[in-house]
């Protein structure tokens, strides 16, 4: 990382941290996320009660008292967007959810529905992994990283990743809904709804009743590329102060 870049985050009160990643994860699609949350549990564990555990490519932009948890709640996260390799909740569980459930430990008592965001489909737990609110105490994301360390190479996975690239990219969230599903009670895990962690850039997919009216009307979002396009704040309406406040910096971005 440049110096100049760590100086600003030192400007910023932010707290630089390097953890061990095995080898060959490294290389593996979405593993880096799921080492960085175990090592920032780690380091939350004893300090907090809390670890909000998000995505870069993220703003919180209103006060985020969803993400609070409430006595007996362990966890809140949201559903994924788009069914893509999930698994429908009315359909006979196939053969990659099989595995995953069987070597996770998840018992068919354990499962209950969720509804994707955008597409509105009824599925078994599949929860994004792009914004996670934990209980440092219960150790949920060193139990995912240990999960995912013993399964990703699995030889029965590596059949999976042959047959469909959808596999290996989501592989990681996959062993995150079987980790939480076999620690957690549905009592335990709160579902946040859709102004948090709202996907900007998926704006056009989302449901009409569903999209914010304004940026403003979000908690936090998920922006990927969007601010690369110059006409942003005509596709995503925002409101002032938070228009200019946001075209700051992207500019700044843009300049380097």
């Not at 009315?90 to 459930?101: A, G, M, R, S, T």
């Not at 489909?121 to 914004?131: D, H």
């Amino acid at each position: 990382m440049p110096a100049e870049t760590q100086d600003q985050f030192a400007a910023l009160n932010v707290r630089l941290q390097a953890f061990e990643i095995d080898r060959n994860a490294l290389r593996f699609p979405f593993a880096s996320k799921v080492y960085a949350s175990a090592a920032a549990e780690s380091l939350a564990d004893d300090q907090s009660e809390i670890l909000v555990w998000i995505d870069r490519e993220s703003l919180v932009i209103r006060e985020p008292r969803q993400m609070l948890l409430k006595h007996g709640k362990k966890l809140a996260c949201r559903p994924v967007d788009h069914i893509l390799i999930g698994s429908p909740y009315d359909q006979p569980l196939d053969p990659y959810w099989e595995f995953v459930y069987h070597s996770c430990g998840v018992k068919e008592s354990d499962i209950f529905p969720m509804i994707t965001s955008a597409d509105q489909i009824k599925i078994r737990p599949y929860i994004n992994a792009g914004m996670l609110v934990v209980r440092p105490e219960i150790s949920l994301l060193r139990n995912w990283r240990d999960t995912f360390q013993r399964l990703y190479q699995d030889s029965c996975l590596m059949d999976f990743y042959q047959q469909n690239r959808l596999y290996e990219i989501f592989t990681h969230q996959t062993i995150l809904a079987g980790s939480i599903l076999s620690a957690l009670k549905q009592a335990e895990i709160k579902e946040l709804n859709y102004l948090v962690n709202y996907p900007l850039h998926m704006h056009s997919q989302y449901p009409s009743d569903r999209r914010p009216k304004y940026i403003n009307d979000l908690i936090s979002f998920r922006y990927e590329t969007i601010f690369d396009d110059p006409d942003w704040g005509t596709a995503y309406p925002v409101r002032e102060p938070l228009k200019s406040w946001l075209a700051e910096r992207v500019s700044r971005m843009a300049t380097g």
